[in-house]
Each structure stands twice: as structure tokens, then as C-alpha cells.
């Protein structure tokens, strides 16, 4: 068989995994960078919700692991931009990464090997750490576009994230519940930090975004006027009916200022590692995720971070749990409840 050859998206994404982690090195005092070991965690794009929430997280993971006990002694968490549960899914069983967030509906994919994972090898080693947060589909579009229902997207220009993303996935299956397909549109493929220009603009009427809210490529475009298009709660119960992981859900009233509350669909946010990893360190890394400074971190740094409890960690788990955060779970049980 042929070597397989690389493209050039290929390589500038292998690229921006290794910026990160080649900053996180500049920043390391003369002498310690040999003790160092990053400890890499798949996020999404910077105007999306994974991104900053990989931050904190990330940040407290640094945090615990100053600790000389700790399995994580030694390592610094970074939080890595890429297309989103897809890649990050993919990049945690090859080992590219060491944890990621994923989307619990293509974690489900990947255990079973379905779909974009059917040619990946051991993408069945995807273990779950908790479960962060619901996102929300979010279908966002300028309100001079002449867009009030997803029947008025034909021939419009949307875009509706790059490959590798859940929202991409996500996306496909809406506009199928509608009777839609991407050739009805007017599709691009970009992510929403690619997108804040041209729909300032003119250039671009809308786009989708599977996230938690409030996202900043939402509420820094809201000066331009926008809307967010409903998923009526029938159509949400029909999606549900054939992706169990996709649920009826709401995106709040005021959580962007000026928008009322809208029905739509969601699905919770993973926060995924391979079973390879060793237990007691699966065990920390839980412990490190719901401890006191991560928790004031994630309670401080974003809106969505107050949602990250010890309480919600196991709701919407598509795939088992690592076995080291089981038994952090089973020994912090009396705190859950």
C-alpha cells in the first residue's frame, strides 16, 4: 500500500497542536524544561465555548499538578485549538492528545466505530472523564437576512463549521428533520472565529455553532442584529427519537442580551481521555477537575463553567467512564449527592 499522502490542512493542523505546547516551553525558567511534560487537551475554536473552558481547566490541571504527590507532578496543562469533538476524539485515541472535549453523541460514535470513526483504529479506547456541560445548537443569522425560519436558509449563505467539527454533524441532521440538505444552502465551511467579518459585513448570513452559551462569537456580533432560528419542540422530539444523545433543549432568555428564550436541541460536553491512560492518574486528573481552585477558575473565567459540577458529572455519559475516575466518583460518592 501507497504511503498516505499528507495535504496541507492536514499539516497546519498537526502545526497547531504544537504551538502550545512549543509557547508553554519558551516560558519554562532555564534549567526545568527537562522535568516538563504537557499534558495536552483538544478544544475548539478561540470564539466558541471549549476553548476558554479548556483554559481554565487546563489552568487548574497545572495547579494540582504542583502537588509532589500527585500522578500529574511535573505537568502543565494546555489547551489546544482545533476543529472540535471529531478531531479531538480522533486525536485522543492515536495519542496526539492527552484529553479532549467531545460532543457525547461522536463519543458515542467513536466507541462503536461508526461514522468518521469507522477507518480510525482503537477509537474504541475513548473513556470519559465527567461530563462538563449541555450544548446548544445554535443556528445564528442576521436579522436583515430574510431568515426566520430554517424553510428560508435555501440558497443562503451559511456557514456550518469545518470538517472535524460536531457541529458539522449536528448541522446535517437539523436541516435533514427540515427536509434540508448542505446542497440546498449556500454552504461554507469555517470556523466561527473565521466568521465574525463577513458577517459584519454582508458577506455571510449565518452560521451554526454546537456550543455552550453565551459564546463570544454570538454576543460580539450582537450589535449587527441577529437571530437564532428555533427548533420547534416536535421537530426536537423527532431528532431525539433516532439520535437519542441530541435531547429537546432551551437556550435562555437574556443569555444573550436582547434575544428571547429559544427552543432548540442539546447535547452534553464530554471530557474524554483513552483508556490507556494509567488509572491513578485518570484518578487525579478527575480530582484535579473538581477541586476547589478549578472550581473557583471555572466559576470566575466563563458563564458555562458554573455549570461543571461534581453533582452533574456523571448526567449524559454516552460512553463508560475511565476506571480511575470511577473510583474517584465511587470514593467521593457522599459529595455528589
Known sequence: MPPRRTSITDTLRRLRRLIPAILALALVPAGHACALETFRIGTGGSTGVYYPIGKLIASGITLHAKQTGSPLHGIIGIAQNSAGSVENARAVVTGEIEAGMVQADIAAYALRGERDFAAVGDSGKLRAIACLYAEKF????????????????????????????????????????YGLTEDDLRPQYLKPVFTEDKMRNGELDGFAMMAGAPMA??????????RILAIEPEIAGKINRTYPYLTPGR???????????????????????????????????????????????????HPQGRDITLESALRGLSIPLHPGAQRFYDVNRGRRQ
Open 217 to 226: 462569537a454570538v454576543t460580539r456580533l450582537l450589535p449587527v442584529g441577529l
Open 251 to 301: 437556550i435562555g432568555g437574556g443569555i444573550y442580551p436582547g434575544i428571547a428564550e429559544i427552543p432548540t436541541i442539546e447535547v452534553y460536553a464530554l471530557f474524554v481521555v483513552s483508556s490507556d491512560m494509567p488509572e491513578d492518574r485518570a484518578f487525579a486528573l478527575t480530582e484535579a477537575l473538581f477541586s476547589p481552585a478549578t472550581r473557583d477558575l471555572l466559576e470566575q473565567g
Open 138 to 177: 445554535q443556528l445564528v443569522v442576521r436579522r436583515d437576512a430574510g431568515i426566520e425560519k430554517f424553510g428560508d436558509l435555501r440558497d443562503k449563505r451559511i456557514s456550518i463549521d469545518e470538517p472535524g467539527s460536531g457541529t458539522r454533524q449536528v448541522t446535517d441532521i437539523v436541516l435533514a428533520a
